[in-house]
């Protein structure tokens, strides 16, 4: 692959494991900036990001995350934010009141933030560095509202560690894109590619250990491959209470 891009983006990992290094200020903004490039709906750019390099908030959000150590390994965590404060002032000055009251109006902040975010990673990786999203911070948006001082308006969409990484990451294949890309209709004869991706996750090894008995079949295992991990996690609700919190933040969803 000739193209430096496509070959940044075919060589993504998710990074887990840090070298100490710091990363400069200059870098962080470098990054940010890159990420502010990225398209946005009505160039209106309702996002914000949030640099945290302070130990302790770290260790705190990382607590909120279920324990992830890499968040307070890797010398700096980015939180994407959708954000419609700033255009609470923006109509202020001119004398409007923002209307926040739709789904569509969050959906086009969280779809803004995570674009940017997209953006950003890239960015970091063709530096250097490596990365990791970080949705749990979502398993109490309250509590990283609260903790980052977040005003009305605005929400944790996803956080993102930052840093060198101490090692190369494992680049997991994905789904086959007779799965995912579609001429002119959705096709949704798909069972052979899910099967054939099912055996590609299990011949990486990240599913070890995690056979189960076959129903019925005393002492017989069958495979644990991608399928069975993800069907078991969309079985779960969660974050039931996002709404709520939502709603607490200024967003409506009529």
């Not at 000739?2 to 060589?11: A, V």
């Not at 739709?102 to 902040?109: D, K, P, R, S, Y």
């Not at 990484?165 to 002119?184: D, F, G, N, T, Y």
């Not at 919190?245 to 200024?250: A, F, Y």
């Amino acid at each position: 692959m000739n193209n430096p891009t496509l070959k940044l983006m075919h060589t993504h990992g998710s990074v887990r494991r840090y070298k100490p290094d710091p990363v400069p200020a200059p870098l962080v903004e470098t990054i940010v900036s890159a990420g502010q490039r990225a398209s946005t709906s009505s160039n209106m750019q309702v996002y914000s990001v949030i640099a945290v390099t302070n130990d302790e908030k770290r260790a705190q959000i990382a607590q909120i995350a279920g324990g992830q150590k890499h968040i307070t390994q890797a010398p700096v965590f980015l939180l994407w934010c959708a954000d419609r404060a700033r255009l609470d002032r923006a109509c202020k000055i001119r004398g409007y009141k923002q209307n926040t009251e739709t789904l569509e109006n969050f959906l086009v902040a969280a779809v803004d933030a995570a674009i940017a975010a997209q953006n950003a990673a890239l960015a970091a990786e063709s530096l250097g560095l490596g990365i990791c999203y970080i949705g749990a911070i979502r398993n109490d948006a309250a509590a990283v509202i609260k903790l980052l001082n977040l005003p009305k308006g605005v929400f944790p969409i996803t956080g993102m560690t930052l840093g060198y990484p101490e090692k190369a990451p494992m680049i997991r294949p994905r789904l086959p894109q007779e799965a995912v890309l579609h001429w002119e209709n959705y096709n949704q004869d798909q069972d052979d590619a899910l099967h054939a991706y099912d055996q590609a996750m299990i011949e990486t090894g990240i599913y070890n250990n995690r056979q189960i008995s076959v129903p019925g079949k005393e002492g017989e295992m069958e495979a644990y491959g991608w399928m069975e991990h993800t069907a078991r996690r969309v079985t779960k609700a969660q974050r039931e209470e996002m709404l709520s919190i939502l709603k607490k933040q200024g967003y409506g969803m009529k």
